[in-house]
């Protein structure tokens, strides 16, 4: 539950009594807000006092007489816009109630206008509104600074991560353009070969970074339509082949005749992909890679499993745990030369998602690892009427 403080400032007691008893027990939920918002409140009778308190806790929500003695309230209004900083909303009270009165507080500063005499209700409600808009607020400049921090981290990332191709691929080419290698071609054949490995690197990640934000911007088209994830699954095998058979790495296939299922084919296509190149890539020459597809039909909702079992270098526990974040790469001696962006499974869990499903692993060093994504019915995209809507009842 939130707290907002609430500064009311008034010459007349019983109006200041009146207020506070109207506000000390008012709970309110506010639909973007998971929880209640609740309310402190603190009394000022003169302008001088209401600043000092100001200064001393700054109030979330002001409620200000226009009449004060002493400074007036839109002398404390101008003195509160001249403190660059203060997020504080001002509710203007006042009996002398006219639509100059209004467009001056307004223009001063001032979120709201409260004619007095007024029923509980009426402050309840202006009170609603105001915390409604500056929870809003909070959340607003919240969200933006995360945005900022993300951006910021993930510049970061991508950054070093193309730092070391691309001076790789630099130091090459500059080594061929002034032919500072010998007079052997092949010496320069196998600096063009490492160049282009190098390149093959960044542009899979450039297609990985586009799956991602697709995938996290809402904005990727899906095309929902019945698949059969076995022939998904034999289309990746095909993928690898050259790879595997140069490695003489074996891929069996254990899976009934069909595996139907209502997915986005393209969507299936790149979780088997990232699954079945690692589980080749991460893999020791001579080794195997087991490709188990299931489905339990017997329930109201059917799941799909799809596991990749490897015999390869396999991870400890702890790098195990962040296998799925962004950027992560697990990097040591067995995978220094190996090439990756360190999002194809970020983006297998970020899928998974969409399927109402998950993924796991179980890995041991020296040993293999073995990858599991349990896939249901795709997650449909929210509509209008999905949205929650606004209550402002307390």
Known sequence: METLRILAADD?????????????????????LNGDVRFTIDTAATGEDALDKI??????ILLLDYKLPGISGLDVLDRIAAEPGRDILTIMMTAYASLETAVTATKRGAYDFLAKPFTPDELKNT???????????????KLAEEKRQVRFQFISVLAHELKAPLAAVEGYLRIIKGQTAGDD???????????????????KMILDLLDLTHIESGKKKRDITQIDVRDIAQLAIEGVAPDADQRHIAIQLQAPQSVPMLADSNEIEIILNNLISNAVKYNRDGGKVDITLSQDTATTS???TIQVADTGIGMTPDDAARLFNDFVRIKNEKTVHILGSGLGLSIVKK?????????????????????TVVLGQPVPEPTP????????TA
């Open 55 to 60: 200064h001393a806790q700054p109030p979330h």
């Open 385 to 392: 009427a999905d949205k929650p809507q606004d209550d402002h």
């Open 127 to 141: 009170v609603r509104k105001a915390a409604a808009s500056l929870v809003l607020a909070q959340q607003a400049r």
């Open 351 to 371: 899928l998974a998602r969409l399927y109402d499903g998950d993924v796991a692993v179980a890995s041991e060093p020296d040993v293999g690892s073995t990858f």
């Open 12 to 32: 007349e007691p019983g109006m200041l009594m009146a207020v506070e008893r109207v506000l000390r027990s008012l709970t309110i939920r506010l639909p973007d």
């Open 302 to 304: 059917p799941r799909t």
């Open 185 to 203: 071609p092949a010496v320069y054949n196998r600096m063009l070969g490492r160049s282009l490995i190098r390149l093959e690197g960044m542009r």
